[in-house]
């Protein structure tokens, strides 16, 4: 039988008490998983007005339980385990990613390799939604999955939109982590990469995430302008040969685009 809480029942404090404590932590978790960059104490503390000793108390709690993680090169902290796992599966019933579906289907056509639409989430781009290729050898990525923002096409697309210092915070707290020959991990030389990638409209994964392997994509923008999602296509670098790129760049360009109208329009 559940028990009816008295103002004066000590016990009714620790309940209020609780509900608080709760209250916070899921404030604290919505900040840091909105947030685009990795945040410090301070930040936490000054956006929401908290002191910092109950953040880093409810930021010991909240990455016991895998909602937050804690980047080592910076202190700052981002979205966890746990928040990932809760945000993919949502992710994957959005909206964008049932009407992406024509698109990534035309694209396909177009192209003959491996459609996908891929969001932002942390410091990794998540893959919505994907179309494979007719073809016997094709590309496949599981949805859901994540790919690092620096080694990838689709990850380039969203940080070639970052403001300068968003850009700076998040390679501060990457570890730009080699994956083949190709990989880029010179921050210098990747900001090189992603003013091509601005100029250009889209971006290349040049065999820099998998040997063998070649992806463009290019930003879709919603009402703001902001780019809130990426379309692309994988396909064996024996296929998509330097000859190709310009029109495979262009089918891509245009089904990013389409597609961007298409989300506008009510």
């Known amino acids: 039988m559940a028990k009816i809480l008295e103002p004066n029942d000590p016990t009714s404090i620790d309940a209020a008490g609780s509900v608080r404590a709760v209250e916070r932590a899921l404030q604290l978790v919505e900040l840091i998983a909105k947030s685009r960059i990795p945040l410090s104490i301070t930040d936490l503390s000054k956006l929401l007005e908290f002191a910092p000793s109950t953040i880093h108390r409810l930021l010991q709690t909240l990455m016991a339980q895998g909602f ?7 202190k700052r902290y981002g979205v966890g385990r746990t928040i990932s796992e809760i945000g993919r599966a949502l992710l994957l ?24 639409l891929a969001s932002l989430y942390g410091l990794s781009a998540i893959y919505l939604n994907q179309v494979e290729s007719p073809s016997m050898v094709r590309i496949h990525h599981a949805l859901g999955s994540a790919t690092p923002l620096h080694a990838s096409a ?6 070639a939109d970052f403001s300068p210092q968003m850009l700076t915070d998040a390679l501060e707290n990457s570890s730009l982590e080699r ?15 992603l003013n091509k990638t601005r100029k250009r409209g889209y971006a290349i994964d040049d065999e820099e ?8 994509a290019a930003p ?8 809130i999602s990426a379309v692309g296509i994988s396909g064996p670098s024996s296929r998509m040969t330097d000859e190709r790129l310009p029109d495979l760049a262009a089918q891509v360009l245009e ?8 989300i506008r329009e009510p």
């Open 154 to 159: 689709m990850g380039k697309v969203f940080l």
């Open 179 to 193: 994956f083949t020959e190709q990989t880029i991990t010179n921050v210098v030389k990747l900001e090189r990469d």
């Open 255 to 262: 089904a990013a685009t389409r597609l961007s109208k298409g």
């Open 68 to 74: 937050v993680l804690q980047y080592p090169q910076t």
């Open 93 to 116: 019933r959005h909206d964008l990613s049932s009407r992406a579906k024509p698109f990534l289907e035309a694209l396909v056509e177009a192209t003959g390799e491996t459609a996908n």
């Open 220 to 227: 879709v923008r919603g009402s703001s302008g902001l780019v």
């Open 209 to 216: 995430l998998e040997s063998g392997v070649r992806c463009l």
